[in-house]
């Protein structure tokens, strides 16, 4: 036992020398202790459990572990995450990491295996409480997240405030089919139909001083197995966030997304609005999305003031949800509005809890819901 104990001193020490370790974590969790669904014509039914009519997602434990060596050359990060589903054990699955880079230059650098880069995402996010008030897009509506799950990525900044990336996110595709005995899916390809170098990311982001910062990002897709008449399924992005007005943060983004090679491209626009001053605080978000000829314009609008009390941030929120009807349909409004208080303690530690109401439509009933938000992080 004693050489066990110091072998691992032995190891600690080394890990020491050679290398800066940082071990973190967090856990977070979503309790809804009652909620209250009215459906038309019909008795009211209480519930209590763990998320809710738009948050299905149950507590969340992260540990995150991070080593780089003495000149900052060599790094590599694991993130392990285990969230407990409403049905079912926990499930380990989710945004684990397990990446390793190499900086062979200051300004050039060289990830692989599977990781996000956050450096270029829209920055104006979602706010809890309207995850049960109505649908909200996150903040890859403005700007995708560099994504990447079994590929690598070469990132360089060869002047500052520049930064140059490309990605290909998955080095081996899958195709399977059901043939196998008992109908077990088995993998008969390791290329799906197209090739999986056209499965790549090229972005640029440019950060003018005291202006703001421009982003453009290509993102390019395997086409479906088993589905050769779509022959192209990309994405193009452009964002800009502007910073020059102290207290304001706008951040404005557009998308097209080519489904096939000739027709039918979708797009999408989004503003996120952040604006302080003193104790208040206010955060907007309006989605757009237009889908062609297949589907119709969806609207998606968030509005969630706050004012910092003396010990706790008092939190409103608006949702409404807007999908335009095909041919001679209605179209089909949703709203919602909140009010919650937020304590904030000593480190990452804070609780958040309100009310929620989603507004009763000819699609869904009247929801109200008692949600508490707990997070602590080390």
């Given at each position: 036992m004693?050489?066990?104990?110091?072998?691992?001193?032995?190891l600690?020490?080394?890990?020491t020398?050679?290398?800066?370790?940082?071990?973190?974590g967090?856990?977070?969790?979503?309790?809804?202790?009652f909620?209250?669904?009215?459906?038309?014509?019909?008795?009211?039914t209480?519930?209590?459990?763990?998320g809710?009519?738009f948050?299905?997602?149950?507590?969340?434990?992260?540990?995150?572990?991070?080593?780089?060596?003495?000149?900052?050359?060599?790094?590599?990060?694991?993130?392990v995450?285990a969230q407990?589903?409403?049905?079912?054990?926990?499930?380990f699955?989710?945004?684990?990491?397990?990446?390793?880079w190499?900086?062979?230059?200051?300004?050039?650098?060289?990830?692989?295996?599977?990781?996000?880069?956050?450096r270029?995402?829209?920055?104006?996010?979602?706010?809890?409480?309207g995850?049960?008030t109505?649908?909200?897009?996150?903040?890859?509506a403005?700007?995708?997240r560099?994504?990447?799950?079994?590929?690598f990525?070469?990132?360089?900044t060869?002047?500052?405030?520049?930064?140059?990336?490309a990605?290909?996110?998955e080095?081996?595709?899958?195709e399977?089919?059901?043939?196998?005995?008992?109908n077990v899916n088995?993998?008969?390809?390791?290329?799906?139909?197209g090739n999986?170098?056209?499965?790549?990311?090229?972005a640029?982001g440019?950060?003018?001083?005291d202006?703001g910062?421009?982003?453009?990002?290509?993102?390019g897709d395997?086409?479906?197995?088993?589905?050769?008449?779509?022959?192209?399924?990309?994405?193009?992005?452009?964002?800009?966030?502007?910073?020059?007005i102290?207290?304001?943060?706008?951040?404005?983004?557009?998308?097209?997304?080519?489904?096939n090679?000739e027709?039918n491209?979708?797009?999408?626009a989004?503003?996120?609005?952040?604006?302080?001053?003193?104790?208040?605080?206010?955060?907007?978000?309006?989605?757009?999305?237009i889908?062609?000829?297949?589907?119709?314009?969806?609207?998606?609008?968030?509005?969630?003031p706050?004012?910092?009390m003396?010990?706790?941030r008092v939190?409103?929120?608006?949702?409404?949800?807007?999908?335009?009807?095909?041919g001679?349909?209605?179209?089909?409004?949703?709203?919602g509005?909140?009010?919650?208080?937020?304590?904030?303690?000593?480190?990452?530690?804070?609780v958040?809890?309100?009310?929620?109401?989603a507004?009763?439509t000819?699609?869904?009933?009247?929801?109200?819901?008692?949600?508490?938000?707990?997070?602590?992080?080390?």
């Amino acid at each position: 036992m004693k050489k066990v104990i110091f072998a691992g001193l032995l190891l600690g020490a080394a890990m020491t020398l050679q290398a800066q370790v940082t071990i973190g974590g967090s856990v977070d969790m979503t309790i809804v202790p009652f909620q209250l669904v009215q459906e038309e014509d019909e008795d009211p039914t209480f519930g209590a459990g763990i998320g809710g009519v738009f948050n299905t997602g149950g507590p969340r434990i992260r540990l995150d572990a991070r080593a780089v060596n003495a000149d900052h050359r060599i790094g590599m990060r694991l993130r392990v995450q285990a969230q407990a589903p409403t049905q079912g054990g926990p499930s380990f699955g989710g945004e684990n990491f397990l990446q390793a880079w190499w900086s062979p230059l200051e300004w050039l650098r060289l990830d692989a295996g599977r990781f996000d880069d956050d450096r270029l995402r829209g920055r104006i996010g979602v706010d809890e409480m309207g995850l049960f008030t109505n649908i909200m897009f996150t903040q890859d509506a403005i700007f995708s997240r560099l994504r990447v799950r079994n590929g690598f990525m070469l990132s360089a900044t060869p002047v500052e405030g520049l930064l140059l990336a490309a990605a290909l996110r998955e080095l081996v595709t899958f195709e399977t089919d059901t043939t196998g005995p008992g109908n077990v899916n088995i993998v008969n390809n390791r290329e799906a139909s197209g090739n999986p170098w056209r499965n790549v990311t090229f972005a640029l982001g440019y950060t003018i001083p005291d202006i703001g910062a421009i982003r453009v990002q290509y993102i390019g897709d395997v086409p479906p197995a088993g589905t050769p008449g779509i022959t192209r399924n990309n994405d193009v992005e452009l964002a800009f966030a502007l910073t020059a007005i102290d207290g304001l943060l706008l951040d404005l983004g557009g998308k097209v997304h080519f489904v096939n090679a000739e027709d039918n491209p979708n797009f999408g626009a989004s503003l996120g609005v952040r604006f302080r001053t003193g104790a208040l605080e206010l955060i907007g978000r309006v989605d757009s999305q237009i889908s062609g000829n297949d589907a119709p314009l969806r609207l998606n609008a968030h509005l969630w003031p706050s004012f910092q009390m003396d010990a706790t941030r008092v939190i409103l929120n608006f949702g409404l949800d807007f999908v335009e009807g095909q041919g001679s349909d209605d179209a089909n409004i949703e709203m919602g509005a909140g009010i919650s208080l937020q304590r904030n303690f000593v480190g990452s530690t804070r609780v958040r809890g309100g009310v929620a109401f989603a507004f009763p439509t000819d699609n869904r009933p009247m929801v109200i819901t008692l949600p508490l938000f707990l997070e602590y992080s080390f």
